[in-house]
């Protein structure tokens, strides 16, 4: 039933369901952040929640933050 009725979603909801669950995480994400690191100002934060899905090269070269070093 549920697949049935994703059949039968238009796209638009479909793209909207999806950026509500992105949205969702997120969320969990900055939670679990500063539950860790509730010192960390709001530039850290980001940092440490970018950290969770841009590999580490990629972050040490563009942000000059090394997730091993600095923490997730």
Do not use: T
Not at 52 to 69: Q, S
């Amino acid at each position: 039933m549920l697949i049935e009725g994703y059949r039968k979603m238009p796209a638009w909801r479909k793209l909207q369901i999806v950026s509500q669950a992105n949205r969702f995480a997120r969320q969990l994400i900055l939670m679990d952040i500063r539950s860790r690191y509730p010192n960390a100002d709001e530039e850290e934060c980001r940092m440490r929640m970018a950290s969770r899905w841009i590999p580490r090269d990629l972050m040490i070269r563009a942000f000059g933050w090394d997730p091993e070093e600095h923490g997730y």
